[in-house]
């Protein structure tokens, strides 16, 4: 099974919400990642997280809050987003090793959450 | 450092064309190389690998051969179908992960 979920598949919120997004796998990955894309663009990485802890976090402004419960589970908290943040968030998990080479492996990404901003 | 070149698209093909779309990239180390596939309102799909030199990744019909000699991970198909309408990514792993711009395929009957 290489099945990513992801839910809600879409989203629409006001600029005063707090909403969550969630991912689960059931690979026995030990790295996940949140991706943001938009529009005929490539996926650009925001956070990983290797064996449950933060260990990458591309200078994301702080109204997104990851958060990783368990090994299985990755969510993504937003709160004060802006109209620009609008765009197809994506999960991904891969293999992961104490060296922290998690990005060494193959990525394999959620169906996203298609997320607008109002 | 690392990065990824694709070529640029959109392309448009006939039913049953031969495809290809070109990839290349530069490293410092030994990277891996994935071509994955966004299809319209999905999420990135891995169409198929290659880890070291030589190699070659086949899926689907697809094909792709990692060429170290001129640093290329060019993705093949003999015939298309107008359901391999989507969007497609070369990435490189080494010790970050690296996308093309992605080239945008429509086949039309």
């Known amino acids: 099974d290489t099945e990513v979920t992801q839910t809600p598949k879409h989203l629409v919120m006001g600029m005063t919400n707090k909403k969550s997004l969630k991912c689960e796998q059931h690979m026995g990955h030990r790295a996940m990642y949140w991706y943001k894309q938009k529009a005929k663009k490539p996926p650009e990485l925001m956070f990983v997280?290797?064996?449950?802890?933060?260990?990458i976090n591309e200078s994301v402004p702080s109204r997104f809050s990851p958060e990783c419960p368990n090994s299985s589970l990755l969510n993504l908290h937003l709160h004060a987003l802006q109209p620009e943040d609008s765009a197809l968030y994506l999960c991904?998990?891969?293999?992961?090793?104490?060296?922290?080479?998690?990005?060494?492996?193959?990525?394999?990404f959620g169906p996203g959450t298609r997320l607008t901003v109002t | 450092g690392d990065s990824v070149t694709q070529m640029e698209g959109p392309v448009t093909l006939s039913e049953e064309a031969f495809l290809t779309i070109n990839c290349t990239y530069t490293?410092?180390?030994?990277?891996?190389l994935f071509w994955y596939v966004q299809y319209p309102g999905e999420g990135l799909q891995l169409l198929l690998k290659?880890?070291?030199?030589?190699d070659k990744g086949s899926n689907k019909g697809f094909e792709a051969t990692y060429r170290k000699e001129t640093t290329s991970f060019h993705l093949e198909k003999g015939s298309v179908q107008v359901s391999d309408s989507a969007v497609y990514f070369c990435a490189l792993s080494d010790s970050q992960f690296y996308f093309g711009t992605g080239t945008s395929l429509t086949v039309i009957p």
């Open positions: 997280y290797s064996y449950e802890k933060l260990s």
């Open positions: 490293a410092t180390g030994y990277p891996s």
């Open positions: 290659a880890t070291k030199a030589d």
């Open positions: 991904a998990s891969s293999q992961d090793s104490r060296e922290g080479l998690a990005q060494t492996y193959e990525q394999y």
